[in-house]
């Protein structure tokens, strides 16, 4: 099920919609929430039409003045695929796809039907494709998150060690065990979010982390998740 631009415009800035957010009209188009900016590129995502992988989707990137500007800014710019059916978003790497931008008539950026229809409520997927690119999948109702935590999602899971996550500890001065009594039953059943909200619950009301943000217990967890899992 596609929607027409118009609509697939409006369920963005309603999904993100409050008092200090704004959207300008193009697309790519500026999406600004207080200080932080960046440019925003939606669209349906559509078959990716190879006779032998029906099951590749994509998103095609036209050739266009709008993207000169992208890639001449110092914002970052995320790519959302909008697969309709099952009430998905898809977003690549955006510290890689500028470099692509404008060089040839349309670039394309691929995830797959099967991942988009297995999404879980709650959770951010990670899936790799053949080149390894990154692809996250996350369900419409979590995309004010993931606007918190992409950076993350994108940058800092490609490598975690054990020592990242002692250092991200430290960062934070919490409590080690602690912190994994709380949210590792969550994480073994790969329930990311669960456990962001979770330990922000527990630790919320300590005075030496009332000034923490959703993007700091998330790095935390989520250090800690691909830590059991690397």
């Known amino acids: 099920m596609k929607l027409p631009k118009k609509k697939l415009k409006k369920l963005f800035e309603t999904l993100v919609s409050d008092s ?29 039409y190879f006779v032998n992988y029906p099951d590749n989707s994509r998103v095609q990137l036209p050739i266009g003045d709008r993207f000169k500007e992208v890639i001449n800014s110092d914002l970052d710019f ?27 008539r349309n670039v394309s950026v691929y995830s797959r039907f099967s991942w ?10 990670h899936r790799h494709l053949g080149n ?19 950076s993350i999602l994108f940058d800092s899971t490609e490598s975690n060690t054990h020592n990242d996550v002692n250092k991200a500890i430290e960062e934070f001065d919490f409590d080690v065990k602690t912190v994994r009594s709380i ?11 669960q456990a962001v909200s979770v330990l922000e619950n527990e630790l919320k009301n300590e005075s030496e982390y009332q000034e923490l943000s959703f993007k700091d217990y998330f790095k935390i967890v989520n250090e800690i998740y691909m830590d059991l899992y690397s």
């Not at 200090?20 to 669209?43: A, G, H, L």
């Not at 995309?143 to 992409?150: A, R, T, V």
């Not at 949210?183 to 979010?193: A, F, G, Q, R, S």
């Open 183 to 193: 949210i590792d039953p969550l994480l073994k059943e790969h329930k990311v979010l």
């Open 20 to 48: 200090v957010t704004k959207c300008d009209k193009e697309n790519p188009f500026i999406f600004q929430r207080e200080s932080f900016k960046c440019y925003v590129f939606i669209k349906n995502i559509s078959p990716a």
């Open 116 to 125: 988009q229809r297995e999404v879980p409520k709650g959770e951010f997927i």
């Open 132 to 150: 390894q690119e990154k692809v996250i999948l996350f369900k419409q109702e979590f995309l004010n998150e993931f606007f918190d935590c992409y």
């Open 78 to 104: 995320l790519i959302l695929g909008y697969d309709g059916e099952n009430k998905v978003f898809v977003s690549w790497n955006p510290f890689l796809i500028k470099d692509r931008l404008n060089e040839k």
